[in-house]
């Protein structure tokens, strides 16, 4: 399974990016965002639940939005950027019995790609 993100870049605070991500054509995975920031945790950003539903994130609920476009890739959504949104991200995939926003879910992750805020 390889797992690529892109859509990345820099934006200035306000702004908005559109993250891709190919999906896992596994009916038992459930793939998901996730972020990293220099010196932090890597925390769980938004994800698909086994019931088809989707869990967000308290720091970015009503700007962030994991949808799926076509059959073929997963997407993430991104307004109204803050500079605190600043991190690598990254795409997940998990058995879709576990939790959803635990990073120790995940069996897959891609590479990463950068979003950078600026004031």
């Known amino acids: 399974v390889q797992l690529v993100e892109s859509g990345g870049g820099s934006v200035q605070a306000g702004g908005s990016l559109r993250l891709s991500c190919p999906l896992i054509r596994y009916s038992r995975y459930c793939m998901a965002w996730f972020r990293q920031a220099p010196a932090t945790e890597r925390e769980g950003v938004a994800a698909f639940l086994a019931t088809g539903g989707t869990a967000v994130s308290a720091s970015v609920e009503g700007r962030f939005y994991i949808f799926q476009e076509g059959s073929d890739t997963l997407k993430l959504e991104m307004n109204d950027l803050k500079t605190e949104d600043t991190a690598m991200y990254y795409c997940?995939?998990?058995?879709?019995?576990?939790?959803?926003?635990?990073?120790?879910?995940?069996?897959?992750w891609g590479q990463g790609t950068q979003v950078t805020v600026s004031s």
């Open positions: 997940a995939a998990r058995l879709c019995q576990s939790p959803a926003l635990q990073r120790d879910s995940y069996e897959y």
